[in-house]
């Protein structure tokens, strides 16, 4: 029984890594810079010399499972190579699996960010009730995952889940991805302080002391802080952020029937000031039929839970030989 | 080997019914009214003369599968009740199974209808070359229908696909369900004849000779005929029903990517002029990354489809033991 694993986070900025015990969770965090620019090479180099460390913390007579591995970008259905991660650049197709694998001689298993953020909740996190439960992440985009059985959907071809792209009006605003409506067009972080600046401009709130001469510098987190202190313009803003999500939420409950939801990432932290219009108009868009047993929670384990989720991709595949 | 099963599909006006070689499809049909209004008990007697009838055309010495049907409600996770069909007064949740495979003595498989509908055209319809598709029915509602790898998804609680109560406008009209924006608010049949009714009353159409005085004897068939003859404002009408139907099964495409899509059900026999406008959409609304292979195409075996997927649910079952 291999009770360790290495869990990596490939984020655009930072790896973030952890040593990670199969019970107790994180036993040892590292972190390095990513240097994207630099190329594929630079990258791989700064990931392995993260993995480098922990290998070297292993307890004597212990065994590894395996590095498991999130990514952004597009996986292959084998969970070995990285496509295209937006904000990489000159990263085409790099089998990431092969050249950590290769370096260190043990498995690594690759996999979308979004998915095993789901899989972290699932196994150490505020998903760990629920067999089966939709996991939206909002970050600089909104990732998704669906947990089915305890296990990743992954669809046809891997890239299930991606439920930042599901459309809550036809003919509403451009997200990055060119769909229309979008829930990322009205969540993802650039979205919505765009949105809030030109709500909240004409407004009396906080956030003008707070965010400097036109709201320039408004971000989530003040809007947070601004609604904490009990302001109207704020709350309504992470409200009317909430209602859109709660929307593209309820689409995908009548989709699969799967009717437990986790939000995790950096906007979840607005909480109920989110959270709870977001419950509000999930079931107004769920359909009578499957409202029964409706939740919605708030995963709180923060980027742990990405750690968490890529050991644990570690663990299944070595339990699966 | 059982090469023969009974499919039957309950719908609100009749009992469809059909004796099944598993590989040369349908040999012999047969139908009741189903009297809804005459309360569970008949409906069940209505089943159950239908299936004596083709029970008896078993030819001599050939074992049978079961009897598998699809039905309108809600379906317990052990396909034997049926709870609340829409329709059926008095009806609150009835064992079908038990009442029907007590009667004769061999096992029952109840299913949703629309994934019985998607189950007939994987093995014997349009959804034959896919492993994993999108099969929407256009009826009186929209229903809707996962088939992953060759089996119905069934999401936690078995009520998985409901496409048609997915939104594409968080603040657009009401669907039956009370979801504003559902598909099925712009698809479903009152719903789509009343926007066309309106729609083209003003306009130059030979809708106004087919269907009488301020178009009240509109229909999904008249618009497809008057399509035909090349007019314009019912081929208007049909883009714009198709452009609807298109956005909300690229939302689906991007939760669950599953790229072919089946589309089936009476309102799909306007054909192109209804699904050309459908692809343009789901091409649209599919993001990036998920476009390779995306294929909308048509279910033409009509009401069949659902006999046989009805029929098929007996074949899994009895080779499942």
Chains 1, 2 share one sequence.
Do not use: C
């Amino acid at each position: 029984m291999a009770r360790y694993a290495v869990g990596i986070d490939l984020g655009g900025t930072s790896v973030k890594a952890a040593l990670v015990h199969r019970e107790h969770g994180v036993v040892r965090h590292t972190q390095r810079r990513t240097g994207a620019a630099h190329g594929p090479a630079h990258v791989l180099d700064q990931i392995a010399d993260a993995a480098r460390e922990l290998l070297g913390a292993l307890p004597p007579g212990e065994a590894l499972a395996g590095i498991g591995l999130g990514s952004p970008g597009v996986i292959s259905w084998d969970r070995t190579t990285v496509s295209r991660p937006p904000n990489f650049p000159k990263w085409e197709t790099v089998n990431v699996a092969q050249a950590i694998g290769g370096m260190f001689g043990v498995p690594v298993t690759v996999e979308n960010d979004a998915n095993v953020a789901g899989l972290g909740s699932a196994f150490y996190g505020a998903g760990q009730p629920f067999d089966s439960f939709l996991m939206a992440t909002l970050g600089t985009g909104v990732g998704g995952a669906i947990i089915y059985q305890k296990r990743i959907f992954r669809g046809a071809h891997g890239g299930a889940g991606e439920l930042g792209h599901m459309t809550i009006d036809y003919e509403g605003p451009y997200a990055r991805s060119g769909v229309a409506g979008a829930i990322e067009a009205y969540l993802g972080i650039h979205f919505l302080t765009h949105h809030a600046r030109y709500r909240l401009l004409t407004r009396e709130t906080v956030l003008h002391e707070m965010t400097g001469q036109d709201l320039a510098g408004l971000t989530p987190k003040a809007l947070h802080e601004a609604a904490v202190q009990g302001d109207e313009a704020a709350r309504e803003m992470l409200a009317w952020a909430g209602h859109k999500l709660g929307a593209a939420l309820g689409s995908a409950v009548n989709l699969l029937d799967i009717r437990k939801v986790v939000v995790g990432g950096g906007i979840s932290a607005a909480g109920d000031f989110l959270l709870d219009p977001a419950r509000a108009a999930l079931r107004r868009f769920v359909m009578p039929g499957l409202q029964a047993g409706l939740e919605l929670v708030q995963e709180t384990l923060g980027n742990e839970v990405a750690l968490l989720g890529a050991a644990r991709l570690a663990f299944e595949r070595f339990e699966e030989g």
